[in-house]
């Protein structure tokens, strides 16, 4: 079954409607979705007075159920938060806590998204065609709840703190990080394909981050290594250029590893003497 | 405005009432003989119990430090959040509630009195700015006075009539209680980055010793007629081994017992009831406890239960929470009010399968279930050190039925159950009990003549709880004791109906009860001009500036005590 959702005017307000999550649609009529409860502002709204719903009965008799965003709901909070099976295809811009603590499932969004997206995730896949804000992956604040698992593909640049606190589980960066990667990282693995700011990995106890670009600066608690030929991704995705290895972070004792590209990054060319 | 509860099985401890059905009358916020039938509200209790409105000894509710908590944690507060209404305001939980959810969560559980037990002089302002935002429920606070160092001098002096003065000026002028004391001289070692190991360690800088300032201030309590004990939070606080301590710190102040009346009171006594050389051999000391609590009648203590769940704790006993920071390695806030006190706080998480935890929740319910004299044991859960005070309902259901002990037991790490007491134990609490041990016997340790009873008059402070006594066995029906607890059917605050089925009616301001310490012969101006070159010398706060004024508190209650000095 195919959920398509159309909004029905600009929407201003902020909206926490965490009943947008195929589990909760399924099996519903539109009528019956329409009726589920948001908040718009401090008001408690129905979904039906914000957006249309429609059905379309696919043809393939699988029983995941998709939504389909038609348009910018930038505005809208908590989309797909803990949702387990199913799928959800944004075709627009999406808002903060898109798929919070999911545990399943697909969300797929053609547009930009802003922070915290897949925070605490536990398993699933979210694949963001344009930029994700800060925040990505990372718990609420002050929480140290990170990722436990699933995977983050971003097509565009993040903001600062992707992956914070991440305990298990893949992001993928195919653009540039801000400031603090992989803050207090803990396993799991961060790769950027582009450039990448200041800070990464402080903090990091365990896990790795790839970093393919130039990076900023490493942190003066990181210590290098060696120089590794390539480096594996995940499986399947390996990156064959010469990579510094740093391991930390030492105000932790931690293990983590950074790996930097050497090409991109000849200011750090100096660590090659302790070697 | 008058109002008659009808029909309640009531239980009334201080009168011996035990769950009798009668009528209580209520005319301007006090219980009376009887009212006029015709003009008086009625409320319908039939089938219902109704007891005194709750009163809490021990909860930190205001204050510094508790602020620092909820800046430490924003993560205890996000899921879990109350909107507005038309009569409430919004406010977070979870382990340290906003001050107005804090007033309206006790409400809803029937509780109208609750102490803050630590207040640092230094921030007694701002202390009693959140007490005074806190609704409905009455409340006052106890200034930390065991390393203040005025105190501790007198005492170095052996000038306990000066020390009393001193002392009562203090209760004064910061608007407090009772005199608490916290891991006695350990605070003031901690400002050097040490700690005291017993009660016979001297204080570094002062050459005397937790034994002294103990029995000191319990002389000055006495000395001063003041209406609660001491209020003790004993050395090595949560270190293995430390129920000798616990037991040295009862028996160092047994001489100064004068008949039944108790001279100490022993405050989150789980914490300080550990057995064993460490961790791993950690084992219950809860027998040991409650067989001298048994023997003696100059003791009253309270539970501080573990709950499992993920809290914050805060005390002021600074070393205390760095060794828990040592164990958790969280996040933590860790500071020193200048000459006064110190204060600590870690973020904590308390699990069933942690052989530790398991171990302390089992302590808890031992000690309250081995103590015979339920006037002698009270149940806190130190909130929010051993747990939320929403967690009460949870513990009475324990406390009444062996089958949610079991159940609990069923869940817990295997070593602690193996080792745990609980199972030999076959008490039961029966609502009377409980009564005492939420109510009655709380009142009475803090020396409150019109709560915790509903004689007549009396302060009309009543619960009433949706639970049949004469239909439902409640040691069979925990969970239904468990309801009726967590959402009183009403709450009656000075006589206005404030909670109804678990739902705030009415937003209205509680007390503050302060005591107005009087004593013989006024002897202030020697006291101020040492007080004044002092405060000069060592504080950030000018003298005149420091006492906390009546017209700060929004609601206050005096209670006049007059001193023998």
Not at chain 2, 393 to 406: D, F, G, Q, T
Request: proline share 4%; hydrophobic share 35%.
């Amino acid at each position: 079954m195919m959920v398509n959702l159309y909004p029905l005017k600009e929407l201003k307000l902020p909206i926490v409607a965490e009943c947008i999550n195929p589990d909760i649609f399924q099996g519903k009529k539109p009528a019956e979705i329409e009726k589920l409860e948001v908040w718009e502002g401090n008001k408690q709204k129905k979904l039906g007075e914000l957006f249309k719903a429609e059905i379309a009965e696919t043809e393939d008799a699988s029983e995941n159920t998709v939504v389909v965003i038609h348009g910018d709901i930038s505005r809208v909070k908590r989309i797909g938060a803990g949702m387990k099976n199913g799928e959800i295809i944004i075709k627009g811009d999406a808002g903060m806590h898109l798929g919070e603590e999911m545990k399943g499932g697909k969300i797929a969004v053609y547009g930009n998204v802003l922070g915290w997206a897949g925070s605490m995730m536990k398993g699933g896949t979210i694949e963001i065609h344009g930029n994700a804000g800060d925040y990505l992956g990372a718990p609420y604040r002050g929480s140290t709840e990170g990722m436990k698992g699933g995977k983050i593909i971003v097509h565009g640049n993040v903001g600062r703190e992707a992956g914070a606190h991440m305990h298990k589980g893949i992001v993928k960066i195919y653009g540039c990080a801000g400031q603090f990667a992989g803050f207090r990282m803990h396993g799991g693995t961060i790769y950027v394909q582009k450039d990448c700011e200041a800070r990464t990995g402080a903090c990091m106890v365990e896990g790795t981050i790839v970093v393919s670009g130039r990076i900023e600066s490493v942190m003066p608690s990181f210590t290098i290594e060696g120089v590794k030929k390539k480096v594996k991704i995940e499986e399947g995705e390996v990156v064959e250029t010469p990579f510094y290895l740093f391991l930390g972070d030492l105000t932790e004792n931690g293990r983590g590893k950074l790996y930097v590209a050497k090409d991109k990054n000849p200011h750090l060319s100096h660590y090659e003497k302790y070697l | 405005m008058e109002l008659l509860i009808r029909n309640g099985f009531v239980y009334d401890p201080v009168n011996g009432v035990n769950g009798e059905k009668m009528d209580i009358a209520i005319k301007n916020g006090k219980i009376v003989e009887k009212v006029n039938e015709r003009r008086a509200k009625k409320i319908d209790a039939s089938g219902m119990v109704v007891m005194p409105g709750g009163v809490d000894i021990h909860s930190h509710i205001a204050g510094g430090k508790v602020n620092s908590g909820r800046l430490l944690r924003p993560e205890d507060h996000f899921k879990d959040f109350e909107r507005k209404t038309v009569t409430t305001r919004s406010g977070v939980g979870y382990s340290i509630p906003s001050t107005f959810t804090t007033g309206y969560r006790y409400a809803r559980m029937g509780w109208t009195t609750v102490m803050d037990p630590a207040m640092p002089p230094l921030e007694a302002k701002h202390t009693h700015e959140e007490l005074s935002d806190t609704p409905i429920i009455d409340k006052a606070s106890y200034p930390l006075l065991g390393d203040w160092w005025f105190v501790l001098e007198y005492l170095k002096n052996g000038q306990i009539e000066e020390c009393a003065r001193h002392v009562a000026w203090m209760i004064t002028a910061t608007k407090g209680y009772a005199i608490k004391l916290v891991n006695p001289g350990g605070l003031e070692a901690w400002g050097f980055g040490r700690n005291v190991n017993s009660i016979d360690d001297p204080v570094p800088n002062f050459g005397i010793t937790p034994r002294e300032i103990i029995r000191g201030l319990c002389k000055v309590n006495k000395l001063l007629n003041l209406p609660h004990t001491i209020h003790v939070h004993t050395n090595n606080l949560g270190k293995p081994g430390n129920y000798v301590t616990a037991l040295e710190t009862m028996e160092c102040v047994e001489d100064l017992a004068d008949g039944d009346k108790p001279v100490i009171h022993i405050t989150h006594c789980q914490f300080c009831a550990f057995k064993g050389d460490d961790w791993r051999t950690f084992e219950s000391g809860a027998e040991e406890i409650a067989n001298y609590v048994n023997a003696h009648s100059h003791v009253t203590m309270d539970m501080g239960q573990v709950i499992f769940t993920d809290t914050t704790t805060m005390t002021a006993d600074g070393p205390f929470q760095y060794i828990l920071y040592t164990l958790s390695g969280n996040k933590w806030v860790n500071h020193d009010v200048e000459t006064e006190t110190s204060a600590g706080i870690v973020p904590f998480h308390y699990r069933r399968k942690s052989f530790v935890h398991a171990t302390q929740w089992s302590i808890a319910l031992e000690l309250a279930l081995l103590i015979k004299d339920p006037w002698k044991i009270l149940m806190t859960t130190d909130h929010p050190n051993g747990g939320p005070f929403i967690a009460y309902p949870r513990i009475i259901a324990w406390l009444m039925s062996r089958k949610a002990r079991e159940a609990t037991l069923k869940k817990i790490n295997p070593k602690a159950r193996s080792r745990s007491l609980l199972p030999s134990i076959d008490r039961e609490l029966s609502f009377y009990e409980i009564a005492i041990v939420t109510r009655a016997g709380q009142a009475k340790a803090l020396g409150l003549k019109n709560k915790g009873h509903l004689g007549v008059g009396a302060d009309a402070d009543i619960a009433i709880y949706g639970f049949n006594p004469e239909e439902m066995e409640p040691s069979k029906k925990y969970k239904a004791v468990r309801r009726a607890f967590k959402r009183a059917a009403y709450t009656i605050k000075g006589g206005q109906v404030v909670v109804k089925d678990g739902e705030v009616l009415k937003h209205m301001d509680g007390a503050t009860m302060w005591l107005d310490v009087q004593l013989c012969e006024p002897c202030e101006i020697e006291l101020n001009e040492d007080m004044k070159r002092r405060f000069k010398e060592y504080w950030t706060v000018g003298y005149e500036n420091y006492p906390v004024t009546e017209d700060y508190l929004a609601v206050s209650h005096p209670i006049t005590v007059k001193a023998d000095v």
